[in-house]
C-alpha cells in the first residue's frame, strides 16, 4: 500500500508538526502491473460511487495507424521497452508508454491498462 498524503518534512528539511495522524482515505492501493496473457479484468469501486477497471492481464491491443488512422485489434507478442521500469520489460508488463510488438509492427501504449481496462496503442516508425 501506498499513503498518498502530504510529506512530514518542509521544503527546508524540517519536520511539520501533524495536527492529526494519517487516515484511510490517504491510502493508495497496489498497482495492477498488467502482463501479456489472457484477458482478464477487475472492476474497483472508487471514491464518489465511481469504478476503475483494472486489467490484470491482456493479449490483444487497439493499434491505431496515424497515417491512415485505422484502428485494428491486434495480439501482443512482448513488451519492447518501458520507461516506468527497466524491469517490467523482462516480465512482459504493460503500462502507458511502454514500447510493445505487435503482428502490424512496434506501437507505443497510450491508454492506462491498470485504470481504464483496455490497451490502446499507437504505431511507431
Not at 488512422?69 to 502507458?96: C, F, M, Q, W
Amino acid at each position: 500500500m501506498r499513503w498518498q498524503g502530504s510529506s512530514r518534512r518542509k521544503v527546508t528539511g524540517g519536520k511539520v508538526i501533524a495536527a492529526r495522524g494519517k487516515r484511510k482515505f490517504e491510502m493508495g492501493r497496489e498497482s495492477a502491473e498488467t502482463r501479456i496473457s489472457e484477458t482478464k479484468r477487475k472492476n474497483v469501486h472508487t471514491m464518489g460511487g465511481n469504478r476503475k477497471v483494472r486489467l490484470l492481464q491482456c493479449n490483444t491491443a487497439n493499434v491505431t495507424n496515424p497515417k491512415d488512422g485505422k484502428t485494428t485489434s491486434t495480439p501482443i507478442e512482448t513488451v519492447l521497452d518501458n520507461v516506468a521500469n527497466k524491469h517490467y520489460i523482462r516480465r512482459n508488463i504493460l503500462t502507458k508508454g511502454s514500447v510493445i510488438r505487435t503482428s502490424l509492427g512496434t506501437a507505443k501504449v497510450t491508454s492506462r491498462p491498470g485504470q481504464e481496462g483496455v490497451v490502446n496503442a499507437v504505431l511507431i516508425e
